[in-house]
């Protein structure tokens, strides 16, 4: 499996390469944006980013990379010595897997580039239960909303839209079991994997980023207050 670490710090570049190297992992580096945005990306299986560059932030290469449907897809996880919930926030919305803050824990990256690599190659789609959406084994539809479960894509009224996996096993989750509310300890149980720490604001900002790729269909998502999230027809 192939990763790419983006840091103009040549010796955590040196780190992160021996020790994935010693995971079994073919680790690429690069030391700026400009660079790293010069490479094969869709060749990637997960990429390190930083976020504290010279002229191109990880964040703007980050957000390239999410506006090509070429590479749209490949996880991302950022490292950086910027702290604060704020710039957590700000790299989930812009489509991040993770975020590690520098001192690096290499055990802490192991872990979490293991998560993050599980989470994009698996599948956790809940069984269905009794539900007023259309559910087969291959397709989950609702008014111009459609999940293909096989291709693993998104429509809506015909349109293709592109969720992270995350997204998409969340709105597979709230389609699955309309008016049900989820907490966001639920979400976080079902969607997440359990070795990996994220705060419940997480979950905010990613359904907040789903309502919106949703277009019309985005009201359905309700915030039952204290409680948690429900999709109501």
């Keep these: 499996m192939k990763i790419l670490v983006v840091d103009d710090e040549l010796d955590i570049c040196e780190i992160l390469q021996y020790n994935l190297e010693n995971e079994g992992y073919e ?9 790293a945005l010069k490479l094969p990306l869709q060749e990637f299986a997960l990429i390190l980013l930083d976020v504290m560059m010279g002229e191109m932030s990880g964040f703007q290469m980050a957000r390239k990379m999410k506006d090509n449907p070429s590479t749209a897809q490949i996880p991302i996880i950022f490292i950086t010595a910027l702290e604060g919930e704020d710039n957590l926030v700000k790299g989930l919305n812009i489509g991040a897997d993770d975020y590690i803050a520098k001192p690096l824990s290499m055990k802490e990256v192991k872990a979490r580039v293991k998560a993050v690599l599980r989470r994009a190659t698996q599948t956790n789609v809940p069984p269905s239960g009794e539900v007023h959406v259309a559910v087969s ?7 111009g909303i459609s999940l293909d479960l096989n291709a693993k894509t998104a429509t809506v009224d015909g349109q293709d839209i592109f969720l992270t996996k995350l997204e998409y096993e969340m709105l597979s989750l709230l389609l699955q079991h309309p008016g049900k509310v989820f907490s966001r300890e639920d979400i976080l149980t079902l969607c997440w994997p359990q070795d990996v720490f ?8 990613n359904i907040t980023r789903l ?16 409680y948690g999230y429900c999709f109501e027809k």
């Design 27 to 35: 680790v690429v580096t690069a030391n700026s944006a400009e660079e």
């Design 137 to 143: 084994d291959s397709k989950i539809c609702f008014e």
């Design 198 to 205: 994220v705060l419940d604001r997480t979950v905010d900002v």
């Design 211 to 226: 309502r919106k790729k949703i277009g019309s269909y985005g009201k359905q998502i309700k915030t039952r207050v204290g």
